[in-house]
């Protein structure tokens, strides 16, 4: 009776002895007699061919064992009906498309149980690592890194975990979240996003395996969209970087009318001619963005919303700083020292601060529903951002989106929300 | 001036060629001088400013034609570090958590401003426009009072590189003659392997290699500031950077900036042996902190080697023994090398030390004469 594979680490490859001689070596692992040699980061793929071909296998690279069902579960959190046996059925392997946090906090105690040990969970950025940590602190021994850290620390920690947690992919770096996942070890891999942008499905899909639920999202709060006219001499610096944006674009529109905007800033970055317009396109958002108008509509705002919990989204880190000054509300911004940074978060998480404003940090720093108001002043990197921010507010809460009047801020702020929420959106023109 | 505190570059602005599996760092260097001259001036400019005002000019800017974009980015990259952590201000992060929790409180904005800035001796305005200056892009750029030199740049900005690419090495060699005790004491904190020579004539040598089991592990990148204050230095580390593998090798001559100075001497009896021997006996070769010697006290560094015209060169033990305990560690380098002279403080000696032909009593200053008297007696 022909022995089972034997999978192990050996000066920082993955050997398998004995493996069977029908079943095809994995992409990436060299044959030399009857072992299997390769680079220690590909022995999921070991791994996952082998249960593929239903052969049984001896695992020595961590002492795990896998039961076959999961005896209890959390019962301060349980994961949501169905969910486990629809991960089980699929191998642990699948994207969850939820907006619910807990269930995210759940699934990690659901792998922990399953795998005797701690998860690697991947979320987008520190601050959001700093408030995962904090939240699964008391129940689920988990190692939370953002995705920068991981994919610079994968050749050593990809090893050391089987099961993998990604919160929030489509908020991550495409390339980032490739290397990461590509070093990684883990067999169970779970994806917890709120959509699944088309282009990334098939990277997606090869390594985190196929979207395995849909789970209902909770109600998101009113959204009131307030046109804000701008200054005149902001609506002057506006029109001539437009002007001067879009006689490039026009010409480059005319040359290769298939090709997107993506297309044209990637040209544009390369051709000292067309870097102009580039820099021209960068002040008319930036003009948009943040203007006179709209920092007393914030003052206003904050007035109206005295003694409730406000979050600020700021475009820039500048403005931030500017509210701040202003306000005497706390900017939470990479640059302020760490320790810093997350002791206003746990303020505000506790209530002994009642506004934030912050450019980027706040989309995943602040826990899911906490805040009362959110503002989103301008800026911002596309409907996944814009959704993770308005996840932030309780669903009875209000946010508030302030678009400059005849800019792009009006097609973008029509292309970033979602068709129902656009439907539910009370817009005030000013 | 020298620029002090440099760091290694981060992999995306190594600059070196690949030939002959050796990775041949481009140094910069004197044909750099005008363009690094121009960018100084313009740093000059922007004395007072935010630090942001510095990234944001070299951030949308064109590369200078004579630089290229490679080389203009290492000496922005090195300069840009040194200006900002220069100018690091007073951390204002207490003040912060004071007003916002004053705010929070309910406290009035004017009150609150008015009351911190009373308590930290300025104004509220300026508190008010200074709240976040302490962050390392807001820092206000400080212009040293002593003009920089552009040579100063390009070897501060070879010492980034040389470190950057040393960072990603798998095996370092290094082999050390003359001035290395700072050196060899630093590699050994480090964990590197130091091989000592039996005899004491040859360069010591020490090892490093990187550890698949410890991730954490980095490799002795503070050792190349280190380099330039030996007599003679090779290093040789094999390297993977990006795609590219092969040796970086680092020898004595090469137009790297030497760190801060190392002590050169431990005591005036030292400093003034080094003086008059050198006067008396000029043709002789003396070179300080030659060698590592392995006793059976641990390790020893005879400070100096002197060696005649044509002859052996000898090793030069000067024992001030302000802690007599330390007498018992001579004797061992004495034991364990038969090329040493010791030079012992008259009252210290013993019948033993008073037998040996290779110890040379002193009272107040060490004299030269005696001591080359010794190494011929003992030569002989």
């Not at chain 2, 300025?122 to 892009?137: F, H, I, S």
């Amino acid at each position: 009776m022909p022995k089972n594979p034997r999978i192990r680490f050996h000066q920082g490859e993955v050997h398998v002895d004995g493996w069977p001689a029908d079943l095809p070596a994995p992409h990436g692992v060299r044959a030399t007699g009857d072992r299997l040699v390769g680079p220690a980061r590909l022995r999921w793929r070991l791994r996952a061919a082998l249960a593929d071909a239903d052969v049984g296998y001896r695992d020595e690279t961590c002492a795990v064992s896998i039961p076959a069902h999961i005896a209890h579960h959390d019962a301060a959190a349980p994961p949501p009906p169905g969910l486990a046996t629809t991960l089980r059925g699929c191998g642990h392997r699948g994207v969850l498309i939820d907006h619910d946090e807990r269930t995210h906090l759940a699934i990690a105690r659901l792998l922990t149980e399953l795998t005797q040990a701690p998860p690697l969970l991947l979320v987008p950025d520190t601050a959001a690592a700093h408030r995962v940590r904090s939240q699964l602190a008391a129940h689920t021994p988990a190692n939370v890194q953002s995705i920068h850290r991981a994919a610079a620390d994968m050749h050593w920690l990809g090893r050391r975990h089987d099961a993998l947690l990604v919160d929030a992919p489509e908020r991550m770096p495409s390339t980032l979240l490739d290397r990461a996942l590509d070093q990684c070890a883990a067999l169970a891999r779970v994806g917890f996003a709120s959509r699944v942008p088309p282009r990334d499905a098939e990277r997606w899909c090869a390594r985190l395996g196929p979207v395995v639920a849909v789970l209902a999202s909770p109600s998101a709060p009113r959204c009131e969209q307030l046109h804000v006219p701008m200054p005149a001499d902001a609506a002057r610096q506006y029109e001539a970087a437009w002007s001067t944006f879009f006689a490039a674009f026009d010409r480059f529109v005319a040359a290769r009318g298939e090709a997107g905007f993506g297309t044209f800033l990637a040209q544009a970055r390369g051709d000292p001619l067309q870097r102009p317009a580039l820099h021209a396109w960068h002040e008319a958002v930036r003009c948009a963005a943040w203007h006179e108008h709209k920092a007393s509509l914030v003052d206003e705002l904050l007035r109206h919303h005295a003694g409730r919990r406000v979050l600020l989204f700021t475009p820039d880190r500048a403005c931030a700083y500017e509210l701040s000054r202003a306000h005497l509300i706390p900017a939470i911004t990479a640059e302020l020292p760490r320790a810093e940074r997350a002791a206003m978060l746990d303020a505000f998480a506790d209530g002994t601060i009642r506004a934030l404003a912050g450019p980027r940090l706040l989309d995943g720093g602040v826990a899911q529903h906490t805040a009362d108001v959110g503002v989103l002043i301008g800026g911002g990197f596309g409907a996944a951002q814009r959704a993770a921010r308005c996840q932030r507010v309780r669903p009875d809460g209000v946010v508030y989106e302030l678009v400059s009047q005849d800019t792009l801020e009006v097609g973008r702020a029509h292309r970033w929300r979602p068709a129902a929420a656009d439907a539910a959106a009370v817009v005030h023109e000013r | 001036m020298p620029i002090d505190g440099v760091r290694q570059l981060p992999t995306r602005l190594l600059s070196f060629t690949s030939a002959d599996g050796e990775l041949v760092p481009r140094w910069l260097g004197d044909r750099d001088r005008p363009w690094l001259r121009d960018l100084l001036e313009h740093a000059q400019a922007l004395d007072g400013q935010p630090f942001a005002m510095w990234q944001r000019r070299w951030a949308n800017g064109e590369a200078d034609p004579r630089a290229g974009s490679k080389r203009q980015r290492i000496a922005v990259h090195v300069l840009g570090r040194w200006l900002r952590d220069r100018s690091k201000p007073k951390d204002l992060s207490h003040v912060r958590r004071e007003l916002f929790a004053q705010q929070a409180a309910g406290v009035d904005r004017e009150r609150a401003l008015r009351a911190a800035a009373e308590r930290h001796g300025t104004t509220a305005e300026l508190l008010a426009r200074g709240l976040y200056d302490d962050l390392p892009e807001r820092r206000p750029i400080r212009w040293p009072a002593t003009p920089l030199d552009p040579g100063a740049l390009a070897a501060a900005a070879n010492l980034a590189l040389a470190q950057g690419m040393l960072h990603h090495a798998e095996h370092v060699r290094i082999d050390v003659r003359g001035g290395s005790r700072a050196l060899l004491r630093t590699a050994w904190l480090l964990g590197m392997r130091v091989e000592l020579q039996p005899r004491g004539a040859d360069a010591t040598r020490a090892t490093w290699r990187s550890d698949p089991t410890q991730p954490r592990q980095r490799a002795p990148t503070s050792l190349v500031a280190l380099l330039p204050w030996t007599n003679r230095y090779r290093l040789r580390a094999r390297c993977t950077i990006a795609r590219s593998r092969g040796d970086l090798v680092l020898a004595t001559g090469d137009p790297l900036q030497p760190g801060p100075e190392p002590r050169r001497y431990d005591s005036a009896l030292e400093r003034r042996f080094a003086r008059e021997f050198t006067a008396t006996h000029p043709d002789w070769k003396l070179l300080r902190e030659p060698c590592a010697v392995a006793t059976a006290h641990g390790v020893a560094f005879p400070d100096f080697s002197l060696q005649a015209p044509g002859g052996e060169p000898w090793l030069c033990e000067i024992a001030g023994l302000r802690d007599p305990s330390a007498l018992a560690a001579k004797r061992a380098l004495l034991t364990a090398h038969p090329r040493v002279v010791l030079c012992v403080p008259r009252a210290a000696i013993d019948d033993a030390l008073r037998a040996d032909r290779r110890v040379v009593p002193f009272a107040r200053r060490v004299d030269p004469l005696a001591v080359a008297a010794a190494i011929e007696r003992a030569s002989r």
